[in-house]
């Protein structure tokens, strides 16, 4: 029976390919990889002339079956990310299941991680962490998903995408505190690597001022006993703002009456004022 290799790959510096993700690639029947282009020139840079085939988010089910067929076959497979360890907010998953449920051996290649690295340079490291991925990007999940940052007793580790970093960080200043303690890790590993280590307020400031570029992923320190007051201000913060929607002022308003009054930014009010007015018109 054939093997399933999981590959870590660099995340930036391909000095970190380690000599034996190196033997395993060359070695490899037959390369699995999200992003085909890139993980090709990967694959020569190791020698390896094995096919690449494309197996993401929209393909993984369907290609699972091919396979288990190249497995029982006797192949040697290599899965990879475009970047890092496989499997951490990358598709795989079902493929490896079925893998292991099949009785195929799966065969872990350990290497860098953005998500261990990030955390391990952010000061912010308890022993634990939590790492939640994306953040939705709408809605009830986004809510549930910032509430359980906000909440984390351990630092929380996320991905975002550059363009999308502020607004994140911005909202999660309004939800978590501006004072509470994080690092966004930029470009790790590249010639242009950058760690920013402050509290959620300035951090979210500096990068509206800077818009980054690159792989980003962000630390979020983890809840204090103090910081229950945070939660206690944002239930204030909403309450307040129900109570002046009701009484009919439009969210621009009530946004202002929040951001002077609750610490809050008038990023973050605005965002809260529009959730709570399209609330209340679905339950009219």
Same mark, same amino acid.
């Not at 029976?1 to 037959?30: C, E, F, H, W």
């Given at each position: 029976?054939?093997?399933?290799?999981?590959?870590?790959?660099?995340?930036?510096?391909?000095?970190?390919?380690?000599?034996?993700?190196?033997?395993?690639?060359?070695?490899?029947?037959?390369?699995?990889?999200?992003?085909?282009?890139?993980?090709?020139?990967?694959?020569?840079?190791?020698?390896?002339?094995?096919?690449?085939?494309?197996?993401?988010?929209?393909?993984?089910?369907?290609?699972?079956?091919?396979?288990?067929?190249?497995?029982?076959?006797?192949?040697?497979?290599?899965?990879?990310?475009?970047?890092?360890?496989?499997?951490?907010?990358?598709?795989?998953?079902? *493929?490896?299941? #079925?893998?292991? $449920? +099949?009785?195929?051996?799966?065969?872990?290649? %350990?290497?860098?991680? =953005?998500?261990?690295? !990030?955390?391990?340079?952010?000061?912010?490291?308890?022993?634990?962490?939590?790492?939640?991925?994306?953040?939705?990007?709408?809605?009830?999940?986004?809510?549930?998903?910032?509430?359980?940052?906000?909440?984390?007793?351990?630092?929380?580790?996320?991905?975002?995408?550059?363009?999308?970093?502020?607004?994140?960080?911005?909202?999660?200043?309004?939800?978590?505190?501006?004072?509470?303690?994080?690092?966004?890790?930029?470009?790790?590993?590249?010639?242009?690597?950058?760690?920013?280590?402050?509290?959620?307020?300035?951090?979210?400031?500096?990068?509206?001022?800077?818009?980054?570029?690159?792989?980003?992923?962000?630390?979020?320190?983890?809840?204090?006993?103090?910081?229950?007051?945070?939660?206690?201000?944002?239930? *204030?913060?909403? #309450?307040?703002? $129900? +109570?002046?929607?009701?009484?009919?002022?439009? %969210?621009?308003?009530? =946004?202002?009456?929040? !951001?002077?009054?609750?610490?809050?930014?008038?990023?973050?009010?605005?965002?809260?004022?529009?959730?709570?007015?399209?609330?209340?018109?679905?339950?009219?």
């Amino acid at each position: 029976m054939g093997k399933l290799y999981l590959v870590a790959t660099p995340i930036g510096n391909l000095q970190d390919l380690s000599p034996r993700a190196t033997a395993t690639l060359a070695g490899a029947d037959r390369i699995l990889a999200e992003d085909t282009r890139r993980t090709r020139v990967l694959a020569q840079h190791v020698g390896s002339g094995a096919p690449v085939t494309a197996i993401h988010e929209h393909n993984e089910r369907a290609r699972t079956g091919r396979v288990l067929e190249w497995l029982a076959a006797g192949e040697s497979l290599a899965l990879v990310s475009d970047a890092g360890t496989p499997l951490v907010s990358d598709p795989g998953g079902v *493929m490896v299941r #079925e893998a292991i $449920r +099949a009785g195929h051996e799966v065969i872990p290649i %350990p290497g860098p991680s =953005a998500t261990t690295t !990030a955390l391990a340079a952010s000061g912010l490291a308890t022993g634990r962490f939590l790492f939640l991925g994306f953040a939705p990007r709408k809605g009830r999940e986004r809510r549930a998903w910032l509430r359980r940052v906000r909440d984390a007793e351990e630092p929380v580790v996320v991905f975002e995408s550059p363009k999308r970093l502020a607004a994140l960080l911005d909202e999660l200043a309004g939800l978590c505190g501006s004072d509470r303690p994080a690092a966004v890790a930029r470009e790790l590993t590249k010639v242009h690597e950058e760690i920013r280590r402050h509290g959620l307020g300035e951090l979210a400031a500096h990068f509206r001022e800077h818009p980054p570029r690159g792989e980003v992923t962000v630390v979020v320190g983890a809840v204090e006993a103090a910081t229950g007051e945070v939660a206690t201000d944002r239930e *204030m913060s909403e #309450e307040l703002a $129900r +109570a002046m929607l009701d009484e009919g002022l439009p %969210p621009s308003g009530v =946004a202002r009456v929040i !951001a002077a009054g609750c610490g809050m930014s008038r990023n973050a009010a605005y965002r809260l004022a529009q959730e709570l007015a399209s609330a209340e018109d679905r339950s009219a």
